[in-house]
């Protein structure tokens, strides 16, 4: 298994499981379930890491995430409900403060989907109402702020202790067709920025001791991504013309990603990748995740 | 001093203090310094309240306010320095990690300013260096986070633990003539919203257990002041007209303010008033007042 | 009549109606016609000016006035089908080739009323479709363009030669309960920062060749309001302990407009007056326009 | 030569001149300068497309294009100055009324540069003032308002009548290298939205009857271009183990570029590569060529 080391980055489990397709049976610790909702033309994937082996093989954290895939604008309204039916899912019974948390740069158009869909939520946590309340805020980025992100929303935790929080990021994702159509939903937390750098701070139950669940769209893919998608595209084409024993054939997969690395890192490790019309898409995802999320604690529409 | 008691609302200490200006002598409580310094054009006064009685007197904190007017744009670089000296003076010695907060509404132009300073800042407290550093957040207003604004920056300041903060709001003034060209700096903190609503938690020292330096822009007056000007205009154009023994001509101070508060507050109390140009004045005063800031702080420019 | 000739500006065919409540019987050269739609819980208004005589007092072009008055979020699904009714009915047979133009600044929230609207159309210009089809621009105001912005559109309105115009901008109402309640159709046009300045262009069927048909949300009462009001309510107030000879009771209507003026224009000319929550009322009703149009035009929703 | 045809677009005459850099001598009908400033750290580039050959050649238009590379932030007034010059230098003598044109959607970060520019610009056109003025217009992307963009700038500029057009925009970079560091100034005008779709109308001299002058800044590369440094990269590493003969060694710069095309167009056609701060870049360099232009119309800070 240890030839998958060198993966790509993903912020989507299903892309993560995805890399042992090839192999026959089960993944230990890991369970997948796939349907199709046939209304909405929504595929749903169900990935549960259940252990720490499973975390270990898929570099994921234990828990439940959740992968609708479909042209959210075709079937608007069926697919809203079904991310309402997750998004109850996923928060746990009797939650009634809930602090809502858009991660990313709103300067950014691809980062922006969070605060975008933080600013559609309507906002009831400052009303004295029965039932559940929502409370909402965009930190901004690092670069911005100065500060990291999880250490910004741990302290407002502690001082206002939401009993969920829900928080909304832009991801990146490995395959380029994802962009713009999927919605990851896990109740697993985030780790703000980890696209872009590492060793952060996530935002999770053990850092902050309260449930959180994190609703993710994949808005970029990586510059390894477009490296590794030539590099076998380039082999795919050459090998028809090769000799047997040519270098480029006798290369496994592990020697592929170890050369997609050694090239992307250096040239490509501070750009990414997105769609021309992504400023249309982080509009328009912000605000049907947010109804959504609407939907799903106030009860309308249904 | 009673018949004072109904006055319009000012955030501006040095108009708080301009009610007693008809009576002789000293306020009990309140220290007054004027001057002009001539190569920024530029009028400075500087109101020390001293003690509780002086407080209570002028319903302002303990502590000291310093107001700028003039035109900044015409003498930018003069203004600037003094600017930057005033602030470089409120803040405590040694103070090195600095938490900048624009208080306001992003999307409210009038509001805005707070919000337009932070961004224009040099945020540093990434970095590992050497010297004073700057962190800055936009926390947005109740109605935006469900949340008061003051405990979102009470949670950020016990989990970041800065030596000072610096913030940065939008005020209401009770002059026209001030909005634009005015700008008002104190050691006493801020509340908030104090245009807005009321009974609010307050940004201070005692609050935060940090020194609080607050940097405020006066960009609206409310209907009282055109309700309380229209109210002058009207007695001194009718007065000409007038029997000695009119009832407009006996009204003393205190009964015209209780009539303009009878008249304004029901019909005029959720509205505000500012200049037609004040989208070019606040992102003017962000950038200037930034530049300050950065000046202040780096010691760049001087 | 020319007791009214000091009135306050308004934007609104309706409020400049409204001056004439008082008189016995008709004013000549306009008509007028109310009626509610329950299900909407909706006031409409419908004044036609019919002539020369009409228009002259009324100070308004000749043609037709209708304005919605509810409280649109309340029963949107229901406001949505009347106003989407009437905008088809203004917008004459046979026009295929729609563009809609969003007046106003859009960095001032109280004007950006025309530029969201713009921003949420469904814009079809530039497909190749069958039936009508939707261009839009948000050209922005004199002070950032430098340029008037009738001469812009008139400009774009040669090159690409469309069949009618729809004009979206914020007005200038004399009441302050209509500000974020109240829509205005109309097909004589607009003239661009009317409320602002004078002796501007204006876009209308004479100066285009085409069809303008304007909608326009009430955003802003000019200060003069304020000072109309106040002096109303002073006079109210102080004439129940007037002698009967007082100076006030004897002011006429002429002469308390003439007061007015004179007080407030020196005063408040520069200076516009809007509700604290200005910002999600534009948001709110540059959708919920937007809606009405895209419903209107590719008839969906009904 | 024609083995270059299949070229990686670029919109910098530079990089379309390096193509060209392996070869012995000069190319016909294009002349070629570099230096180095000094002061300002700077490389400056002069590229002039003398004739239809060059042109051809080239595949970009006759005239002038000078490229200034630099750190811009590290010696800014240095380089203002430089391109203060060499904006005037591209005027017309005699030109009074500018009209700046500020291409790009500003909702797509990478491509903000232009609106961002324009919005920083001193505009004086609707001020009766001696000496030369500036006015502008943002006017969007062709998604945005269903037009093309050329043509509202036609119509603008036909019902206007400037002396000259400055236009402003994102360009495409060929190098990851030249993104954020780079600044092209050019007289032969430029194509809206050259680097995203084809076939559209420039806005130049022949067009417009008006001279043209645009200034870019590369923002983004496309998907190809990472393809082709990976290529480059992929063959650089195996051609040290392979035969002599193998399929790779023997591949030429033309096969090269057919392999990269077959394989980036149908997989990153619809896709840009950015860098991660380009919200930070864009801004500065909005500001900062907006101050060239400023400096260089109404001669300030010289």
């Keep these: ?57 898929m570099r994921k954290e234990i828990g439940t995430y959740i992968t609708l895939e479909a042209d959210f604008r075709d079937y608007e309204e069926a697919c809203q409900k079904i991310l309402a039916h997750w998004i109850r899912s996923l928060l746990p019974e009797g939650s009634r403060k809930i602090l809502a948390v858009g991660l990313g740069n709103k300067e950014l158009t691809a980062d922006s989907f969070g605060p975008i869909a933080v600013s559609h939520l309507w906002i009831t946590g400052h009303l004295a109402e029965e039932g559940m309340s929502v409370s909402g805020i965009s930190p901004g980025v690092m670069a911005q702020t100065g500060m990291e992100t999880a250490r910004i929303v741990e302290g407002i935790v502690r001082q206002m202790r939401p009993d969920a929080l829900l928080v909304m990021d832009s991801l990146a994702a490995r395959s380029t067709e994802r962009l713009g159509r999927t919605i990851q939903l896990t109740d697993t ?9 590492n060793h952060r701070r996530g935002l999770n139950r053990r850092t902050l001791g309260i449930p959180v669940i994190a609703i993710g769209v994949p808005t970029v893919v990586g510059g390894a991504t477009i490296a590794r998608d030539t590099l076998e595209g380039v082999l795919s084409l050459l090998c ?52 959504g999320i609407n939907t799903a604690i106030y009860g309308y529409l249904l």
Excluded at 189 to 197: D, E, T, Y
């Design 1 to 57: 298994m240890n030839e998958r080391q060198y993966e790509i980055h993903t912020d989507l489990a299903l892309e993560a499981r995805e890399r042992f397709e090839g192999d026959a049976g089960e993944i230990p610790g890991v369970s997948l379930e796939e349907w199709y909702e046939e209304q909405a033309r929504m595929k749903v994937t169900r990935v549960d890491v259940l252990d720490e082996q499973g975390a270990s093989l």
């Design 240 to 291: 028809k013309q090769c000799e047997e024993d040519s270098v480029l054939k006798k290369m496994n997969s592990t020697e592929r990603e170890m050369l997609v690395r050694q090239i992307a890192e250096p040239r490509f490790g501070a750009l990414y990748v997105t769609p021309k019309d992504i400023d249309e898409t982080v509009l328009h995802l912000g605000a049907f995740v947010a109804d």
């Design 189 to 197: 937390g985030i780790c703000p920025g980890s696209g872009v750098g």
